[in-house]
């Protein structure tokens, strides 16, 4: 635009005969560009609005430089209800950070449009701090969601707990109708969650809070006493209690929708507490058709006191190795398993178990093993009875045994039969 | 007519199965046998002590070779673009012959060196020998687009017409029709350098565990088929768990520098297979170990950002941790896991690990455990490693780190239990750690957990004498988990509770390829921003929430471009005279004078072509703007990378499409209900634009509900 304009100046400033026709030309071009942009201008702020919820914000940023209707409709709070800070140093990051002018201008400009939000965090302490300072400022919004991520390791850890339970009980409350809120491994801690509840009890439905080693099992309790909405929680085995399982199944809760319980040993040879079986029974008839997802990062003479009794464990996750005796328990004690996956286990073939479990567990519709063993004829098996229910399998090559009856080149071929759709085990590069 | 030939060595350091070669000596008055250091290759510091051994072995043989025909190897130092100029004069060349490099780099560096020979009037004969199959063809039938699955490309493959038969090798009387004459100074201006001229220091190296070169190679090749066992196990290669030592069969290394023929290698085993089995033609399986290194040559020819992260189509962007200090423990074998020490101990020592401990490791430092980037590994693999192929190397990576190749990521190798699964004794953990060795099995994969007495009596104690674990791995486990699946559920839109069904099903193996029409109507020309996100909406209406969300990785390229540009850093920022977006900035402000614009989000430099051609993007601005020349580096790459990228975008699509979810227009149907089965939102994370509690009500319905 500007070049083209200066160019017609400069013909105009050495005018000859030929300037008029030149003129006349300029200004047929300027009432097109006026017609054009007279076009634009005239759409009406819902349009742009709708085109803008389209474009990233980089290209929202551009377009608001066009004129003072398209600077307008950038700054419309529809555009800002949701924002995810990406809070990232160099030095510990291959990613990029969002810019602290813009940090700066949401503050100021947006702050009290900002619904939800999301922090993410790279390994750096820097980071971590970043996200504090922001949220500390967040005294004029009411956030729905908030989610303190962690991409790298635990970074929110390292910060004083202090500093970080006073930013978060900032939003706490300033917000009054939080409904979801992720803080996994964060130090976060009882009195805390205790303002968490007393400001947005009727709202939370959604807490994740896996690995937070300052909450106690009291403190959790209090928020499944408080929060009767609450539908689904992510937490740390240690925090599960039978009290927690007998709150969350009162009459005045919800249906809870979804459980994950990751169970982490913190020390070799940690003794881990049992859940009743009635707490258990107590929540399926409460929340008939709630999903618990167990992810057991355990070793394998940890396993002691689980599956001994029936569980209603919909998804799990076997992170560690995981002994023949505890997957031969599996199936007699998870009828309600959807999925199964199990990342490692001894030298000796998993047939019986497997078929156990697809015997039992009607509803698996997906398996995945890694470092195991199963013979074919076994594996074969195990997908005829399962048939085309399982949507989800993946198995490594190395764990399928070549027998008598298959070998590793036509396995393949029995197993799509019985799946009703093309399907190879998973490889690894031999290199 | 006088043709004087000079044959140029890179790869393919044999005489036999050697195309290229023979062209040169074909019809030929003088040829003469050249090997360039190629700085690449040679000034980099990155390349280690064994390689370069391996490297003068293999050119010593090959002298050792010619002298045997009567001529010998030509080592002209230098770079090959300032060395052929002067060749070209010095020996009256007509004629100059090497084989048919298909990385991008190599790509680059010989077309130059066409280019300059045909300005001198020489001819270039290029042939390929260092794959098995012409890759471009490859891609050609996958649709102009290379396969990414091992499987999809199998079947490619298994359409091809069989690999071109090896050549044998050159002769006496082919060598004596084109005899060249030797200087009496040949060995002073040609000789093959010594480690200590290329500056390492040998006093007290051990010997080469693998010696190079391609007699050493031919020797391997006949021990290899004759070794009984293997060929019991020809069709399946298990239980191999003694082979974690360097076995006087192996091959790779030889493969790598071209000390043997793959095609040689692969007319051997099919003959050898047609022998045993009486069958007529022998599975694909049988060349396992050729066809990954085909696959992931054919993944890489045509992407020169194949090595990396940024700016790589194929590869997932994943927020990898920078810890230096942790890296050097792993590179140098001090983390504190035996099994994992170990291995680096022997790959430092030897060049040369099994394709199970280059999954534990490179598992290890990326997904499993320390969270680093597949780009570290890669590189200190590529110094380290005798077989380290620019593309095999950081293909496998990618592979590993489940950086790209649609990998389940939940199988994480544990740096304990798969060390004692491998070798239930723990004589490879006391043959490269020696301090170890009197460890009973029961502790020796976890010193630690040994009680104190049992260390005392071992005579090492860990934390004095053997490093701690530098991590917890049940710990870092966890959270790797959740950070992976955090990655893929964004990438596929994926919300369930399924783990499995995070890393989304490309169906490219089952249904043919459709060449997609919005392809074409976007011209090499269009920014490749633009393109891509048109491709967004065009390709798949059913998902647009993704044009709603910046936050998406659904297309991580496109995402990490945006990120780039949304995120300049601070000293850049403040330096907007510098700025070539600062002067859209300032432009603009003419016409829209006093409305505030958000500075702070205008682009910084780009540091990357494609970030450049986004930079360059005016149009979208102020149409009038003259559009920036892109450079045409950018030109190029955003012609090649578009439709590959786009075909990435459309597999991811299509599996979430093939498992029955739908995405909605999560603005345009903003005050409608959606069916409980619904998944609209790309990540948990974004809850984008949502406009009622109610709505956001129901999103926590779809979140619970999903994985049903």
């Known amino acids: 635009m500007k070049r083209g304009l200066q160019g017609t100046k400069q013909e105009d400033g050495g005018g000859t005969s030929s300037g008029s026709l030149k003129r006349s030309r300029k200004q047929r071009r300027d009432a097109e560009l006026d017609e054009e942009a007279v076009h634009w201008e005239c759409l009406p702020q819902e349009v742009l609005l709708h085109i803008f919820q389209y474009l990233p914000l980089l290209d929202r940023a551009y377009a608001s430089q066009v004129c003072r209707g398209w600077n307008h409709a950038f700054h419309m709070p529809e555009l800002w209800r949701c924002f995810e800070f990406e809070l990232n140093q160099p030095a510990s990051s291959y990613l990029k950070a969002t810019h602290p002018d813009l940090i700066k201008q949401i503050i100021k400009r947006h702050a009290d449009h900002l619904q939800y939000v999301s922090f993410k965090v790279d390994s750096s302490r820097e980071s971590a701090e970043a996200a504090c300072d922001i949220l500390s400022q967040l005294v004029n919004c009411s956030l729905k969601t908030l989610g303190l991520i962690s991409t790298a390791r635990p970074s929110f850890m390292e910060l004083p707990k202090s500093h970080f339970i006073s930013a978060l009980t900032v939003v706490f409350v300033n917000s009054k109708s939080l409904s979801s809120l992720k803080i996994d491994d964060t130090p976060v801690d009882d009195p805390s969650l205790k303002v968490l509840v007393a400001n947005n009890s009727d709202t939370l439905k959604l807490l994740k809070m896996s690995s937070c080693p300052h909450v106690s099992p009291a403190g959790i309790l209090c928020v499944a006493d408080q929060c009767h909405g609450l539908r689904e929680l992510a937490l740390n085995y240690h925090l599960l209690s039978d009290e927690l399982l007998i709150a969350l199944s009162s009459e005045k809760h919800v249906h809870l929708e979804h459980l994950r319980i990751d169970v982490v040993s913190e020390n070799p040879g940690q003794q881990f507490h049992t859940i009743k079986k009635s707490s258990w029974d107590a929540m399926v008839r409460h929340s008939p058709k709630f999903n618990l997802v167990m992810y057991f990062f355990l070793y394998e003479d940890e396993f002691g006191p689980f599956f001994r009794d029936e569980l209603p464990v919909t998804h799990l996750y076997f992170g560690r190795s995981v002994s023949k005796d505890v997957l031969g328990r599996v199936g007699l004690t998870c009828p309600r398993l959807v999925e199964l996956v199990v990342c490692a286990n001894g030298l000796r073939p998993l047939d019986e178990e497997l078929i156990r479990i697809a015997q039992r567990c009607t509803q698996l519709s997906a398996i995945g093993l890694g470092e195991c063993e199963v013979s074919c004829s076994a594996f074969v098996e195990f997908v005829k009875m399962c048939g085309d229910r399982l949507t989800q399998l993946s198995i490594m090559e190395e764990v399928l045994v070549p027998d008598h009856r298959y070998g590793l080149d036509d396995i393949h071929w029995e197993v799509s039969k019985h799946l009703g759709r093309v399907w190879f085990p998973d490889m690894m590069p031999t290199w | ?708």
Request: hydrophobic share 35%; proline share 7%.
């Open chain 2, 1 to 708: 007519m006088v043709v004087n030939s000079v044959h140029w060595f890179r790869k393919c350091l044999r005489l036999h199965d050697n195309p290229a070669l023979q062209e040169a000596l074909n019809g030929a008055n003088t040829v003469r046998c050249v090997y360039i250091l190629d700085p690449w290759f040679a000034g980099a510091a990155n390349v280690g002590i064994n390689r370069w051994r391996f490297l003068l072995e293999a050119l010593e043989d090959l002298d050792c070779s010619l002298k045997k025909l009567n001529s010998r190897l030509f080592v002209v130092r230098g770079q090959p673009a300032e060395v052929f100029p002067r060749l070209f004069k010095e020996w009256k060349m007509t004629r100059l012959t090497f084989e048919y490099d298909p990385e991008p780099y190599g790509k680059e560096r010989d077309s130059a060196i066409i280019k300059m020979a045909q300005e001198f009037g020489v001819e270039t004969i290029v042939r390929n020998s260092h794959t098995l199959y012409n890759l471009d063809r490859i891609i050609e039938m996958n649709n102009n687009s290379p396969p990414l699955t091992f499987k999809r490309f199998q079947t490619i493959v298994s359409r091809l017409e069989l690999p071109r038969r090896p050549l044998p090798s050159i002769n006496q009387k082919q060598m004596d029709k084109c005899h060249t004459k030797i200087t009496d100074n040949h060995d002073q201006i040609y000789s093959i350098p010594s480690l200590e001229e290329l500056g390492f220091r040998t006093e007290g190296l051990p010997p080469a565990v693998w010696r190079g070169g391609e007699s050493e190679a031919l020797d391997r090749l006949s021990k290899h088929l004759d070794k009984k066992v293997w060929v019991a196990n020809l069709e399946h290669p298990r239980g191999n768990m003694c082979s974690l030592y360097a076995s006087p069969t192996g091959l790779s290394p030889y493969l790598r520098f071209g000390c043997l023929s793959c095609r040689v290698l692969y007319y051997n085993l099919r003959e050898l297979y047609m022998k045993l089995r009486k069958r007529c033609s022998p599975p694909l399986s049988l060349f396992g170990q050729l066809l990954w290194r085909e696959f992931f040559y054919t993944a890489a020819t045509n992407n020169p950002n194949f090595d990396r992260m940024d700016g790589n189509p194929i590869c997932v962007q994943i927020p990898w941790d920078q810890n230096p200090e942790a890296l050097a423990k792993w590179a140098e074998g001090r983390t504190g896991y035996p099994w994992i020490d170990a291995i680096m101990t022997q790959l430092r020592e030897e060049g040369w690990i099994h394709h199970l401990a280059r999954h534990a490791v490179a598992c290890f430092l990326t997904r499993g455990d320390l969270w680093i980037s597949w780009e570290s590994g890669m590189k200190v693999f590529e110094e380290l490693l005798l077989d380290a192929d620019w593309s095999v190397n950081a293909g496998s990576w990618m592979w590993l780190s489940c950086s790209a190749f649609f990998q389940q990521f939940f199988h994480c190798y544990c740096p304990v239990g798969f060390g004692r699964r491998t070798n239930p004794t723990g004589d490879y953990i006391r043959r490269y750690i020696p301090i170890l060795k009197d460890y009973p099995n029961r502790y020796i994969y976890e010193p630690w957990n040994a009680p104190e007495s049992v260390q005392k009596a071992a005579n090492c104690v860990v934390g004095v004498d053997y490093p701690k674990p530098m991590i917890n791995h049940a710990e870092s486990s966890r959270l790797n988990i959740e950070r992976m699946k955090q990655v893929y559920q964004q990438l596929s839109h994926y919300r369930g509770l399924s783990l499995l069904a995070s890393v989304p099903t490309i169906q490219e193996e089952a249904e043919p390829l459709m060449t997609d029409e919005s392809q074409t109507s976007s011209g090499p020309d269009s920014p490749s921003v633009v393109h891509d996100k048109a491709t967004g909406c065009v390709a798949a209406p059913d998902s647009s929430t993704v044009c709603t969300s910046s936050h998406t990785v659904l297309n991580p390229e496109l995402e990490s471009d945006e990120m780039r540009c949304l995120s300049q850093t601070p000293v850049n920022c403040s330096d907007s005279q510098m700025h070539p977006s600062a002067t859209i900035t300032s432009t603009c402000a003419d016409h829209s004078a006093g409305v505030e614009s958000p500075s702070s989000l205008v682009p910084p430099p780009a540091q990357s072509p494609l970030a450049r051609s986004q930079t360059c993007t005016p149009s979208l601005v102020c149409s009038t703007l003259p559009p920036s020349p892109s450079p045409a580096t950018a030109q190029t790459q955003t012609s090649s990378f578009g439709p590959r990228r786009k075909s990435f975008t459309r597999k991811v699509r299509r599996g979430q499409r093939q498992r029955g979810r739908h995405s909605c227009h999560a603005v345009a149907r903003e005050g409608e209900r959606r069916g409980e089965e619904e998944e609209t939102e790309p990540g948990e994370e974004n809850e984008k634009m949502e406009e009622s509690v109610e709505m956001e009500e129901e999103r926590m319905e779809e979140e619970t509900y999903a994985g049903h």
